[in-house]
């Protein structure tokens, strides 16, 4: 049985090209970015040549990009270095409540060191209207963190009109671009954002690096502290082999952003109505167009999420869930909660990300294998009038 990879918005395979361009970096071309031998002037430039590939994927100067452990590295670097740069300027952050992990947490961690943070509600679509944000904006506001699609529904937020708001205030803005770099355009003067978080494992390149673009002139202060590497921003010797890849994947994916959003949302939109005919009491969660291309999420009404996915697996699909248990945390999604789901239905959520080696073939597979599923858990669901 062929395995079809559906959740290509919690990690994507790392494509050849990248594995290929990061190689003699663990071998032949192995010496440290600081030294001033020939070795690691080869690091360096491999390095540098990164920086601008990933620069140039977001319309920024090579010297605005920060590179760190992933898009989790980067988020907390945007909240806490700006959080304690600023400290004499506010102490007041203001922010959604369908952020990603990496930055609610990080939020929550600030509230417990004297930082007020506001978390802004989202309509049923999931959007945040940017007059909430002009409202919530006070004398000791110094950031706001907008997400620019979510991981879980899709929803693109309107970050460019955010952007104004937060620049005519004098108020830094950071979006976690984590799932839109590489799948949409993402400009950073067009968005008018300070700060933007990326993260190379969702746009096919290796796990655990990624980047900060951080605007000239941006105060922050560093979470690592040691050598002078990234202009003292952030230390420790750089992950030469890993940004490279990085490079490489931004390249690729910036050469063949407009042929892959346009073909993954043709795929998307035909599973929408392909499960939306098949498959009653079936709602679709997040914004009916403003959304990612790669992104389905659906709530199937009388159906365990969880339930759903295991007998999805048993058939070679991998797909994800908002429900309880597949995350770490306790009960469902709180970025499904926020778009004003009830918990049932937050629970019987299903989502498809699709990639760049999806095909029309693989919309089919789950097609014909998620109604009968969806058709004998509700068989047996006490949910259901009926039964039990
Ligand atoms: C995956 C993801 C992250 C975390 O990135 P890592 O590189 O896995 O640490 C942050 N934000 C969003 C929106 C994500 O999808």
Redesign the pocket.
């Known amino acids: 049985m062929r395995r079809i990879y559906l959740d290509h918005?919690?990690?994507t395979p790392t494509r050849p090209e990248v594995v290929q361009g990061m190689l003699p970096y663990f071998t032949e071309a192995f010496g440290n970015p600081s030294s001033i031998y020939s070795y690691g002037q080869e690091a360096r430039g491999a390095v540098d040549e990164a920086r601008a590939r990933v620069a140039e994927l977001i319309g920024a100067r090579s010297g605005e990009i920060v590179f760190t452990?992933?898009?989790?590295?980067?988020?907390n670097y945007a909240l806490k270095g700006v959080a304690y740069a600023n400290e004499n300027k506010g102490n007041h952050i203001i922010t959604t409540a369908i952020?990603?992990?990496?930055?609610s947490e990080a939020c929550k961690f600030l509230e417990k060191r004297g930082f007020r943070v506001t978390y802004l509600p989202v309509d049923k679509h999931g959007l945040v209207d940017p007059q909430d944000v002009k409202s919530a904006i006070g004398d000791k506001t110094i950031l706001v963190s907008v997400?620019h699609?979510?991981?879980e529904v899709g929803t693109i937020e309107p970050i460019e009109e955010i952007g104004r708001i937060t620049r005519e205030a004098g108020v830094y803005l950071h979006s976690?671009?984590?799932?839109t770099t590489g799948h949409i355009p993402v400009d950073v003067d067009e968005l008018n954002v300070d700060l933007l978080?990326i993260?190379?494992?969702?746009l096919y390149g290796p796990?655990?690096?990624?980047a900060l673009y951080v605007r000239k002139g941006t105060r922050l202060s560093p979470l690592m502290h040691g050598g002078g590497q990234e202009k003292n921003r952030r230390a420790g010797t750089e992950n030469v082999p890993s940004t490279v890849g990085f490079g490489k994947a931004a390249e690729l994916a910036g050469q063949e952003l407009d042929d892959e959003a346009r073909k993954q949302s043709l795929l998307r939109d035909s599973l929408i109505k392909g499960l939306t005919e098949r498959i009653d009491h079936l709602h679709l969660n997040g914004h009916p167009s403003q959304r990612l291309p790669n992104n389905v999420n659906v709530s199937v009404e009388f159906c365990e999420g969880e339930a759903m996915l295991l007998n999805l697996d048993l058939e070679g699909i991998c797909a994800s869930t908002g429900s309880a248990c597949t995350s770490a945390s306790l009960g469902p999604s709180h970025a499904l909660l926020a778009l004003g789901l009830s918990p049932e239905l937050a629970h019987g959520s299903l989502r498809f990300s699709l990639g760049r080696e999806n095909t029309e073939e693989d919309v089919a597979r789950v097609l014909e294998s998620l109604p009968g599923i969806v058709a004998r858990l509700r068989a047996m669901s006490p949910l259901l009038k009926g039964n039990g």
């Open positions: 918005a919690a990690t452990s992933g898009g989790t590295e980067a988020d952020e990603h992990h990496a930055v997400m699609a979510s991981n976690d671009a984590v799932q978080s993260s190379a494992h969702k796990k655990g690096v990624g």
